[in-house]
């Protein structure tokens, strides 16, 4: 089964290439010495995230009362935390070419999970900080990007009977191939060499660990499958992730709801 996903992720490199600029500014963020200055430096060397940010932090999602001129301007009001999420949003939002329903579907959902993590951090015992719970959100089903993109054994024909016969894709790619998306999507992302914490998540999103920050984001999952965001139709019910997760904060399904479409309509309409 390694051998597989390896030669997956070996397949699909050239395509999707994580920017090695990202990766060295969010390798800064970690840094306690780095400046503003330092950070824009080094995100102007990247057109795409350079303007990407400037666009943001110029758009009513953050609502900044003048506008924001350069790249260091941007970073100092958007704070390093606001500037990784964007980051990592703006190069999967590249990947996600949204050519058909199926792509929108994953898109959609990841948002979802991406904006839930950060809302229900309290009801898991958690210390990381929420861009980078949000970044587990977003990252964990990459998987079936790659699955997707080199079609490997006929994977539309899994997100078809996924979609059509509202199952979870997991289920059906253990059967069929013997391992799932969070296999290829773990593999890719200590690939492009993220940190362990968020390849684990990964990894494990739909078992196989009871690490904090993994079942915030395997309850998100279901979460946002159960209200039917990123899906043609609601998998499983709001009821059924309150009594796997015992939180408050979810069990009022319609306010809950509008929270997490309203966020994500409006990382939408920001990018």
């Not at 999103?205 to 139709?233: Q, T």
Request: hydrophobic share 45%; aromatic share 10%.
């Amino acid at each position: 089964m390694e051998a597989i996903v390896k030669r997956l992720v070996d397949d699909v490199k050239d395509d999707l290439v994580f920017p090695k600029v990202a990766l060295k500014a969010m390798k800064m963020i970690d840094d306690e010495s780095t400046t503003a200055y330092d950070l824009a430096d080094i995100i102007a060397y990247d057109p795409y995230l350079a303007s990407s940010l400037l666009r943001i932090a110029n758009s009513p999602f953050y609502g900044f009362s003048r506008k924001v001129e350069n790249l260091y301007e941007a970073i100092s009001l958007l704070g390093f935390e606001e500037v990784r999420k964007n980051i990592v949003t703006f190069t999967m939002k590249s990947m996600f070419r949204k050519a058909d329903a199926y792509d929108r579907y994953i898109w959609e959902h990841s948002l979802g999970v991406a904006v839930s993590a950060p809302m229900f951090k309290d009801c898991v015992v958690c210390d990381l900080p929420l861009s980078t719970l949000y970044l587990m959100g977003l990252l964990h089903d990459m998987g079936k990007i790659v699955l997707k993109k080199l079609d490997y054994n006929g994977y539309m024909q899994i997100l078809r009977k996924c979609y059509a016969d509202n199952v979870w894709c997991a289920e059906l790619e253990k059967e069929t191939f013997g391992f799932t998306h969070a296999d290829v999507g773990g593999a890719l992302l200590e690939f492009w060499g993220l940190p362990r914490e968020i390849v684990d998540v990964v990894v494990f999103h739909h078992g196989g660990s009871e690490n904090e920050a993994v079942k915030l984001v395997r309850c998100c999952d279901a979460l946002v499958n159960a209200l039917g965001i990123g899906r043609p139709s609601p998998l499983g019910d709001v009821e059924g992730v309150v009594e796997m997760w015992d939180c408050k904060k979810i069990s009022e399904k319609s306010s809950v709801e509008e929270k997490i479409k309203e966020r994500v309509r409006a990382i939408e309409g920001a990018l």
